[in-house]
């Protein structure tokens, strides 16, 4: 069956495609009870699904993703159930936005040294095709993909491989923002009053690093999910029986437009996951009105 989806993204995120009103219809058709929306490094569409839930049968929790660094591994955590007005949180989101937006106005200034000046003109052309009714994206900032896949397209590298070693180049120029410490991350998740969930845990990752990185503090592994294999998934739901984590389910869904994005789709998990959940989630900042 499929129940909940506590790992999605809208148009808010850096790589989102979706709006926040498409997501709950998406969760409404699949018969979703309870969702929540991470957006990367966010809580922007928080306002616009709180109103949107207020009039829909599928209970919507605040969500984030944000991105860590962990024994120089770059590890997901999913904030669920937190406080989006908390004052801490957003000090912190407010700092990574002026980061990554520093690093992107670096990197065009050093591609149009390298006389590369066309993909700020570019950039600008695909933000209004992609998202005519999100004007709000023009000023947000973009991930390498996709100025990595600009530069190909319009006409500036003459292959993938080509834009790929421009873009190194000029990240290095640029000073790339170093990823936050995962300790500083799940205490502002816990602060907020949020569940820290570890996000679809990779097949590469020994089974004592996995170990080691849930006693870093995380409440829950994210192990119903499309990029977990059902052999750690099954070894990895008895490791949490033992050790009291709590376990998830995510799509990772992105959204698709004109090309770009990708779709993510649930795994079923059993019922008895939304109990779990639901419990778990009681004891959260928005837990108890929203359930």
């Given amino acids: 069956m499929l129940a909940v989806d506590l790992h999605m993204h809208s148009y808010w995120s850096f790589d989102g495609f979706s709006s926040p009103a498409t997501l709950l219809r ?5 018969g979703l009870k309870l969702i929540a929306v991470t957006e ?3 809580l ?3 306002a616009e699904l709180e109103q949107l839930g207020a009039t829909s049968d599928v209970s919507i929790l605040p969500g984030i993703e944000i991105t860590t660094n962990w024994r120089s591994l770059t590890v997901g955590i999913l904030g669920i159930g937190l406080d989006p007005r908390n004052g801490a949180l957003r000090e912190f989101l407010t700092l990574v936005a002026e980061e990554d937006l520093a690093f992107q106005r670096n990197w065009m200034a050093a591609a149009e040294e390298e006389g590369l000046g066309e993909i700020r003109s570019a950039l600008a052309s695909w933000v209004a095709w ?7 994206r023009k000023h947000r900032y973009v991930p390498e993909w996709i100025l990595i896949r600009l530069l190909e397209e319009c006409g500036l590298a003459s292959s993938s491989s080509e834009a790929h070693a421009i873009n190194d180049r000029l990240v290095k120029q640029a000073g790339h923002p170093e990823l936050p410490a995962i300790d500083r991350v799940l205490d502002l998740v816990h602060q907020s009053g949020g569940l820290a969930v570890y996000e679809h845990p990779p097949a590469n990752l020994a089974r004592h690093d996995i170990l080691d990185l849930m006693a870093t503090g995380l409440d829950g592994i994210e192990l119903f999910h499309g990029g977990v294999s059902s052999s750690l998934r099954e070894e990895l739901i ?10 998830t389910a995510g799509s990772d869904h992105h959204g698709t437009r004109n090309g770009w994005g990708r779709e993510g789709s649930l795994v079923d998990h059993p019922e008895s996951l939304l109990a779990s959940i639901r419990n778990a989630l009681s004891a959260t900042a928005y837990g108890e009105t929203r359930l």
């Fill in 130 to 136: 992609i998202f005519p009714d999100f004007p709000e």
């Fill in 238 to 247: 008895v490791v949490a029986e033992s050790e009291g984590w709590l376990v």
């Fill in 44 to 46: 922007d569409s928080w």
């Fill in 40 to 42: 990367h490094d966010n």
């Fill in 26 to 30: 998406r969760a409404e058709v699949l």
